[in-house]
């Protein structure tokens, strides 16, 4: 069965990069409506960044500026850049995304969670 594997995360200190990967591990799929959500401990889940199928890109305000959403169609695969990094964005951050066998319609299309990858961001 189809699944997004999510990889990229660890531990930086505060002011350093980090870039998550996210992708389909059948490449029979394409990938839309791609969102990254992260999980602190004691929190809910919050939308961090999704990017539409027209490219358009949207943030929590807490990110902007920081994070960047990008896609690569072709490879079924999402990215979450984050550079500059505080100690409040550790987190376990999860990708969202609509997988669609190739050659069919969107309507055909399931959502689908990443496993998670933890995020530790030192003071």
């Known amino acids: 069965q189809v699944r997004l594997v999510e990889s990229g995360g660890g531990l930086v200190q505060a002011g350093g990069s980090l870039r998550l990967s996210c992708a389909a591990s059948d490449s029979s799929f394409s990938i839309n409506n791609m969102a990254w959500y992260r999980q602190a401990p004691g929190k809910q889940r919050e939308l961090v960044a999704n990017?539409?199928?027209?490219?358009?890109?949207n943030y929590v305000d807490s990110v902007k500026g920081r994070f960047t959403i990008s896609t690569d169609k072709p490879q079924a695969t999402v990215y979450l850049q984050m550079n500059s990094l505080k100690v409040e964005d550790t987190a376990v951050y999860y990708c969202?995304?609509?997988?669609?066998?190739?050659?069919?319609?969107?309507?055909?299309?399931?959502?689908?969670w990443g496993q998670g990858t933890q995020v530790i961001v030192s003071s």
């Open positions: 969202n995304a609509d997988l669609v066998p190739l050659r069919r319609p969107v309507r055909f299309g399931q959502n689908y």
């Open positions: 990017i539409t199928s027209g490219a358009s890109t």
